[in-house]
C-alpha cells in the first residue's frame, strides 16, 4: 500500500479533467487546466485530452458525473492512456471508484505537485519535507482506495485481511510522519542556526508565482550560477547570497515560488523553508507580466504571503519578462509613440497601486536591471536606518 505514492513516468500520456464549480466561469477552467497541463510536462507526462462538466458541485462519489465518467472511458477505449490527472483533490474513495470504473490510473493536482517537488528536491532538508507533505496526502485517502479489498456486507466473514491491512498501513504511515518530523525539526534548528550566524544584514527574498523568473533574477542580480529553466517549480531549495551594491552589504535569497491550489501539507511541510521569507526585510515580488493571468497570480501570491504573515514588508513589485509581454502585444505595424503609450500607461497604473514601488525588468534581455539594483539598493539602506542605525554611516 506504500507503493501508492506515484512517480509519473517520462513520456506518459495523460487525459486531463476538470469541473466547473459554482460561479465559475469556463475561461476560468481553461486557464486552470492550461496551468494543470503544463504540471504534467514538467512531470514528463504528455496531454492527449481534456474533458471538463458544469456542475454545482462535484459528484461524492466519481468527482464528475456518470455521464461525463462513461465519455472518458469511452474515449480511453480508443485512445489508450497512462493516467487521468484531475485538477481538484479527490478522495481516497473517489480515486479507487475512478480507477474502476476507467481501468486506469488516477491522480489529482495535489498528487501530481507532490510528484514534481520529489522529482526537484536535492538537499536532506527538501527531501525530508516532500516526503513528509506525501504521506500526510496519503493517510486520510487510505480507507477509500483500500474499498476494492474489503468484502461486501457485514456480519461474519466480513473482517478479512484487507481491514487488518490498512489499520497496519495506517500505523506504520503515523510512525513515518512522526519520523520525518523529528528529522526535520533537527534540520529546522540547524537551518536556524545558520541564519543567526549570517549577522546583523538585511535580508531580501525573492518571491512570486512560479516559473516567473526569481532564479534568473537571482543570477543576473548576484552574479551566480542558480539553476533556472522554463518548468515549474525549478527551484526547491532556499538559496542565499550575499551581496554588496555601492559599499552597502545585503543577502539576497531565492525562494520556491507559489502555485494556485498549492496542497496545504506542502505548506506545512515546507515552513521553514518559507521561513527565509517571514524572517526577510525586504520582499521583491516578481512577476510574469507576459502571463495573460498575472494579476490573479498576484493575488496567488499575495494571499500566500498573508497566510505566511509576510504581507507587510516593504515590498518591490519586479514586473519581469517585458521582452515577451511586448512581442506578444506589440505588432510591427504599431507605432513607436503607440508602444510608448502603453508602457507609460501601464507604469502610471501600477507606480499608483504600489506608491512607486515598482520596476518593469527583463531578465533575459538584461533591461532596467540598473534600475531594480537602484531600488533595491534605496529599500536596502532605509531598512538599515531603522533596523541597525549604528551601522548605517559605514554604508553611506
Known sequence: MLDRINNIQKEEKAILVGVIQKEQKEQQLTEYLDELQFLAETAGAITMKRFFQKLPHPDSRTFVGKGKLEEIKTYLTINPADLVIFDDELTGAQINNIQTELNVKVIDR????????????????ARVQVELAQYQYLLPR????????????????TRGPGETEIETDRRIIKEKIALLRKRLTEIDKQSFTQRKDRGAFI???LVGYTNVGKSTLMN???????????KLFATLDTTTRKIVYENTPFLLSDTVGFIRKLPHHLVESFKSTLDEVRESDILLHVVDISHPQYE?????????????????KPTIMVFNKMDLYESQNFDQWLE?????QIRSEMRQRWENETRGNCVFVSATE???????RESILNKVRESYQIRYPYKSEFFF
Open 220 to 230: 543576473l542580480l548576484s552574479k551566480s550560477e542558480v539553476f533556472a529553466e522554463n
Open 336 to 340: 513607436d509613440s503607440v508602444k510608448e
Open 203 to 205: 535580508r531580501v527574498a
Open 366 to 372: 538584461r533591461k532596467n536591471i540598473d534600475e531594480l
Open 110 to 125: 495535489s498528487d501530481l505537485i507532490l510528484d514534481i517537488f520529489a522529482r526537484r528536491a536535492r538537499t536532506a532538508q
Open 296 to 312: 490573479d497570480q498576484i493575488k496567488v501570491v499575495n494571499k500566500t504571503l498573508q497566510e505566511l504573515k509576510a504581507q507587510d
Open 142 to 157: 487510505l480507507r477509500g482506495m483500500w474499498k476494492h479489498l474489503e468484502r461486501q456486507g457485514g456480519g461474519i466473514g
